[in-house]
């Protein structure tokens, strides 16, 4: 495969590109699954794609195959190069510099299978034992081992392998004919050395759904302050990422534009993007750009640091590329305990998941929240269905009341709970309106 890859550089340049990328990914995974309630049988799936780029008087074309194999390649050059011809130029578009040639690994290579069938059918019994109103509708435990490699027609050669455990689980509860609201969770990890209930806060929201099943509707509309966990905050960050990244800046539309150094959130706010921390199990050591990976600080005590963008970005709009262009979100931890963030609202919402659409230009969003709980006076209380909260996108990060001293890693983050203040709540009437 090697020598294939290497093939691929030369057949664009032959095609007559005056610069060009190749990006290969070989992908083996082992995974075993529930199905509604069910273990079923392991399977191994195997994927090796190329992806070619190349770039001709400013024009820039590009291209997936699948495998490696030099007539495919060939014909995929010759597509692209077509392409090219036909695509307007833009004096952005660049393939990235020489970069000193590595090679970086992380996690084990080879799945232990044996284990993985035993955790999962543990799982089962578990939820089984524990949770008898419980259905796990589809639990997949999956290893996966992934050599990426990059070269480009500056001389750049990078590659990587990382070997990682992923595990996603949709669940329901259902009793006396009333059932909970499906919810669902999703960790990586690099050994399987615990019980799967014990990753991330899986525990916490199986037991959760079973208290679900006879949630009530909330009609009385307020405005208070919301928790939104680990596990539904990942949505908020990547909404907030957009905004800082390539798409948004070079159309000039960001909520965040020409602001970098500024202040443009609560001081208590710390975020960065890791792909290669060794805080989080799972990373990504090649951009999409052609660079080795960088973690980046986004934003440091409310003061924006940098902006997300790519070489392509950068270029378009004169700010400094980033090291990274998004994901592996790391939020540093406040100095308040879950339980003193509940007990300080007198009216509010705890939020597990959301479902909602894409912000308006001036970041104003509003969706359901669902699997989630009302506060009242300080205490978790009863679960509610078909809420839905309004808010603003940059006003919600300004609005930090607390985040939380514990954190969670799901593997690809590691994030607190946060409590957010002045969010609008409207009842069941509201939803169905919305409909």
């Not at 095609?15 to 399977?43: K, M």
């Not at 539309?253 to 060794?278: C, N």
């Not at 100095?335 to 009216?347: A, F, G, K, P, V």
Request: glycine share 8%; aromatic share 10%.
């Amino acid at each position: 495969m090697k020598n294939n890859f290497e093939n691929s550089l030369k057949i664009l340049r032959e095609t007559g590109f005056q610069s060009y990328e190749s990006r290969l990914v070989e992908t083996t995974r082992h995974e075993v699954s529930i199905n509604n309630g069910r273990l079923d049988l392991l399977r191994t799936l195997e994927d090796v794609s190329l992806t070619l780029t190349g770039l001709l008087k400013g024009s820039r074309a590009s291209t997936t195959i699948t495998g490696c194999d030099e007539n495919a390649v060939r014909t995929a050059s010759q597509e692209i190069m077509k392409l090219s011809k036909s695509t307007p130029p833009d004096s952005a578009n660049e393939i990235a510099p020489l970069k000193e040639a590595c090679f970086q690994e992380k996690g084990q290579s080879e799945a232990d299978v044996a284990v993985m069938i035993r955790r999962l059918a543990e799982l089962k019994s578990y939820c089984t034992e524990k949770y008898p109103t419980l259905n796990l509708r589809r639990v997949t435990l999956g290893f996966n081992n992934q050599f990426r490699k990059y070269g480009n027609s500056s001389g750049t050669m990078l590659s990587e392998r990382h070997g990682i455990y992923t595990l996603d689980v949709t669940f329901v509860s259902a009793e006396g004919g009333e059932r909970s609201s499906f919810n669902y969770t999703s960790v990586q990890f690099d050994s399987l050395d615990k019980p799967l209930q014990q990753f991330g806060n899986i525990d916490t929201l199986l037991e959760q759904s079973t208290g679900q099943v006879f949630s009530e509707k909330l009609h009385a509309d307020f405005t208070g302050d919301v928790i939104i966990t680990p596990e539904c905050m990942g949505y908020f960050l990547y909404l907030l990422s957009m905004h800082l990244q390539d798409g948004y800046l070079v159309k000039g539309t960001s909520l965040y534009q020409d602001v970098l150094g500024e202040k443009v959130a609560d001081s208590k706010f710390t975020f960065r993007t890791a792909p290669v921390s060794d805080e989080l199990p799972y990373s990504s050591f090649i951009t999409e750009d052609g660079f080795p990976t960088e973690d980046t600080m986004v934003l440091e005590k409310g003061v924006l640091r940098s902006y997300l963008i790519s070489l392509y970005g950068a270029n378009k709009t004169g700010y400094r590329r980033s090291g990274n262009q998004g994901g592996f979100y790391i939020i540093e931890p406040g100095e308040t305990t879950l339980e003193e963030m509940i007990s300080s609202i007198d009216r509010g919402l705890f939020i597990t998941r959301f479902s909602g659409g894409m912000p308006g230009e001036n970041g104003d969003f509003s969706g359901v929240a669902k699997n989630s709980y009302l506060i009242e006076n300080g205490r978790m209380g009863k679960p509610v269905s078909e809420v839905m909260i309004s808010m603003n996108l940059k006003d919600m990060f300004s609005s930090i009341r607390h985040l939380s001293r514990e954190r969670t890693n799901l593997g690809n983050s590691l994030l607190p709970w946060i409590q957010f203040s002045d969010v609008s709540v409207h009842g069941w009437e509201q939803v169905e309106e919305k409909r």
